[in-house]
Nanobody
Framework: QVQLVESGGGLVQAGGSLRLSCAAS????????MNWYRQAPGKQRELVAG???????NYSDSVKGRFTISRDSTKNTVFLQMNSLKPEDTAIYYC????????????WGQGTQVTVSS
């Protein structure tokens, strides 16, 4: 089992910044991808950004140039730096880890609310 604990959400004005953190613990394997998803009211959950243990990153088009994902592998922690926030970024942000060990295992955090006021 893997546990993911997110922190850093909150209320911010448009144009502001927030930094989300997600600490992973438990049975972790070296080959994994850590991701941030978000879900706004009435919408499907969508991938925001991801980073692999090999150092690759990917972003949704809606956040490219504004959000940066990074990880501290020594602490099994992933961060999401969110700049130039917009009201449409308002959502619950979920940390996710997918790891491979004979098969794919996937775990989710409890989510953290991000609210951007106009």
């Amino acid at each position: 089992q893997v546990q993911l604990v997110e922190s850093g959400g909150g209320l911010v004005q448009a144009g502001g910044s927030l930094r989300l953190s997600c600490a992973a613990s438990g049975r972790l394997f070296s080959d994994n991808a850590m991701n941030w998803y978000r879900q706004a009211p009435g919408k499907q959950r969508e991938l925001v950004a991801g980073t692999t243990s090999r150092g690759t990153t990917n972003y949704s088009d809606s956040v490219k140039g504004r959000f940066t994902i990074s990880r501290d592998s020594t602490k099994n922690t992933v961060f999401l730096q969110m700049n130039s926030l917009k009201p449409e970024d308002t959502a619950i942000y979920y940390c996710n880890i997918k790891q491979v060990h004979l098969m794919v295992f996937e775990y989710w955090g409890q989510g953290t609310q991000v609210t951007v006021s106009s």
